[in-house]
């Protein structure tokens, strides 16, 4: 499994240190030790590469499905021998325009954590290094893998609607743009950047449950001096959870006044073509009336008859010209 596991680690009194190449040596050396710990982090195994870690920390079956299948919301599931985490990282690209979201699954037990990773946006490789330059915080044992862990997600979410609220500024800006600006692509962009928050909202809603249980029940495996620490990542997703649901509003919001833009063009647009018609409809009644050719028509013979014509169709159009520029309508 070497191309899967992506680090594997002993932690004594919070520092690193190199253990058993094999799974079930180290993890007796790390229970050996009341101070120790062991970490694997595993990055898209499959079904039989995770056998090996299945049966040497004796993961339910459930768990380790919803590990190897992904696609699942966050959540926390307790079981006998240890417990389960789900968390969805988030990563804003901003030049597409795009939300993606990856997971991340921690199973925690006595004297061990393993982290197995699906897709982009994983931030265990930097919450790893911050932990071993604190080897006060990483003296906490697996607690403190989940904290750091958890907090680096929610940190993620910050950042992400920090970066959405920019473009949802910028949105906003072409929305109330002057006349004359090119807005055809703008009720694709508005719905685009719906879906991107649609995204969002289902890694860090669901989240909230989990981190209240953290923070409020006595759980196996989960150190309960560690419920403040928990408390306070609560809090910073609660702060996320809100604002995206104040983009989802502006956002509605934009639509709306969009929407309304685009009837207001409309009509504006369909009052002068109107007022276009009915001045060319003038002349075009008048030289069908003398068109028809005939014989008594009175003046046909007259040498005054077309220069009358002319300027009767000419004063008619200036005059409704005037008119319709005059209510607005031109």
Not at 119 to 130: D, E, I, K, Q, T
């Amino acid at each position: 499994m070497p191309h899967v596991i992506v680090d594997c680690a002993i932690y004594r009194d919070g520092h690193r240190t190199e253990g058993a190449a094999d799974f079930s040596d180290a993890l007796d050396e790390a229970r050996a030790s009341r101070d120790a710990f062991l970490w694997i982090g595993l990055h898209e195994p499959t079904e039989k590469e995770f056998e090996l870690v299945t049966s040497e920390f004796r993961l339910h079956p459930l768990a380790v499905e919803d590990a190897l299948n992904a696609h699942q919301r966050p959540k926390l599931e307790v079981y006998d021998d240890s417990l389960f985490v789900v968390l969805k990282p988030v990563v804003y690209d901003d030049a597409a325009d795009t939300v993606t979201t990856g997971e991340l699954m921690l199973f925690l037990g006595d004297s061990f954590v393993v982290t197995v990773r699906h897709g982009a946006g994983s931030p265990l490789s930097g919450v790893r290094r911050r932990l071993e330059e604190d080897p006060e915080l990483l003296a906490h044992g697996p607690t403190a893998v989940l904290y750091a862990v958890s907090d680096a997600v929610v940190d993620q979410y910050t950042d992400v609607a920090g970066l959405l609220q920019a473009d949802l500024d910028e949105l906003e800006a072409d929305v109330f743009a002057p006349l004359g600006t090119d807005t055809r692509h703008t009720a694709s962009r508005i719905y685009s950047f719906k879906r991107q928050l649609v995204e969002f909202r289902r890694a860090t809603l669901p989240l909230a449950d989990p981190l209240a249980r953290l923070a409020s029940a006595r759980l196996p495996f989960v150190d309960e001096r560690a419920r403040p620490f928990f408390r306070d990542v609560g809090d910073h997703l609660t702060r996320a959870n809100e604002a995206v649901e104040g983009l989802d509003r502006l956002l509605t919001d934009i639509l709306s006044a969009h929407l309304a833009q685009m009837g207001v063009q409309q009509n504006d647009d369909m009052r002068k073509i109107s007022a276009w018609a009915a001045m060319a409809a003038v002349p075009t009644m008048i030289a069908g009336i003398y068109g028809m050719n005939f014989t008594h028509m009175p003046e046909l013979r007259q040498p005054w008859g077309y220069p009358s014509a002319v300027v009767l169709m000419g004063g008619l159009v200036w005059w409704l010209y005037r008119t319709f520029k005059r209510r607005g309508w031109l």
